[in-house]
């Protein structure tokens, strides 16, 4: 069997909007109007703290698939303003949002809890990037939203190979750069975090055998597994991780703008950039050769993410451990590509209703389990019941 990214297809029903003439889909999906939609097809649970847990209309499985969504659109009309990370999240939201993550991926682990037949992952992707909203590659909803999806192995085995060349299995071309040049001030930085739970994968030791992925990115196994997610502690260190790459690609990028800039203004750790990144040959000589591309040539200038782009997740690994990870973010690409899973999405309605009751089964049992925790209430669509 080869080892590689697998490309799987993924039937969906159409979803019944049509974009008003003139608008482009990126603006349009932003709207309040189609966020509302997106709560009565699909929307699952909604609390006081504008958490909406709602089905994937356009999943990457119709195995187990929904997010969480920070459902701002009513109280904050421009999609730019709107919080598109935890670390925007005000403190009584956080809170329920890491609530209501632990007992998403806790419930995913009890319905599969064999890691050599299903392949588990939660997690976020970047929404600020800062070409304008229109843009190929800009998100189809700009706000914070989680991921929580289950792949069947055996689907990913008989799958065909993916392309490595596809742009969205990388990041832009810069992972090549990274990979080449600053893997090891990375890892050294990271490391300064002060991580108790977390701990350290060293190497390939994390990639998933069937895929090979994730390559080789800074990776730390959560002592405890699941139990761990229930201690307060552990997003807090997630909150580390994140904070600590926003502070690297921020430097990095500031570089690459202003030769010689010092530490950013909205930094977390400034003493470890100041010893870690801005005296490391490497990072420095990296930046240069950005900036010197970036002078030389338009079109690479233009897709450059000036802000940081990210995807954050927590997998289940092939000897069942969980795993955090986190890597820059390419253009366009999804949460699953972080693991080697390139979806393409079909439209086809009876294909996706063969596997809708069981999906829909298992979602509105998820839900309950919210109700019970006091993390919501339920939702009434013409596709179950409140």
């Not at 800009?138 to 065909?160: C, E, G, T, W, Y």
């Not at 807090?236 to 690297?248: A, P, T």
């Amino acid at each position: 069997m080869s080892i590689g990214p697998r490309e799987i297809s993924v039937p969906f029903r159409p979803i019944p909007l049509d974009v008003p003439e003139g608008m482009k889909p990126n603006e349009f999906f932003n709207s309040p109007e189609n966020l509302a939609d997106l709560t009565n097809n699909n929307g699952l649970l909604t609390n006081a703290e504008d958490l909406l847990l709602y089905r994937k209309a356009l999943g990457h499985s119709n195995e187990f698939d929904c997010s969480i969504i920070y459902n701002t659109s009513q109280s904050i009309l421009n999609p730019l303003g709107r919080p598109v990370r935890r670390t925007q999240l005000p403190n009584n939201v956080r809170k329920v949002w890491n609530r209501m993550n632990q007992i998403v991926i806790a419930f995913m682990l009890e319905h599969y809890p064999d890691p050599e037949k299903h392949l588990v992952l939660a997690g976020e992707a970047s929404l600020d990037s800062t070409w304008p909203i229109t843009s190929p590659g800009v998100p189809s909803i700009r706000m914070l939203h989680n991921h929580f999806i289950v792949f069947d192995k055996q689907q990913l085995k008989d799958a065909k190979v993916a392309d490595t060349n596809n742009p969205n299995l990388t990041d832009g071309g810069q992972h090549s750069l990274f990979a080449a040049y600053m893997q090891d001030v990375y890892v050294e930085f990271l490391s300064s975090l002060d991580l108790k739970i977390l701990k350290p994968i060293v190497g390939e030791a994390s990639g998933l055998s069937l895929t090979g992925y994730p390559q080789g990115l800074p990776s730390w196994e959560i002592s405890g597994g699941i139990g761990s997610l229930k201690n307060i502690d552990f997003w807090k260190e997630y909150d580390l991780v994140l904070k600590g790459f926003l502070d690297f690609y921020r430097t990095f990028f500031a570089q690459v703008s202003s030769r010689n800039s010092g530490v950013p203004d909205n930094a977390y750790f400034t003493k470890e950039i100041e010893k870690t990144l801005l005296f490391n040959n490497c990072f420095l000589s990296a930046a240069k050769k950005v900036r010197d591309q970036c002078i030389a040539d338009a079109r690479y200038a233009t897709s450059i993410r000036w802000q940081p782009a990210f995807k954050q997740l927590i997998y289940r690994d092939d000897q069942g451990r969980l795993v955090v990870t986190i890597s820059q973010n390419s253009i366009g690409n999804a949460i699953t590509e972080l693991l080697g899973v390139v979806v393409k999405r079909t439209p086809d309605a009876k294909g996706y209703e063969k596997s809708e009751p069981a999906l829909i089964e298992k979602l509105l049992k998820l839900r309950s389990r919210l109700v019970e925790a006091d993390l919501g209430h339920g939702i009434k669509t013409k596709y179950w019941d409140k």
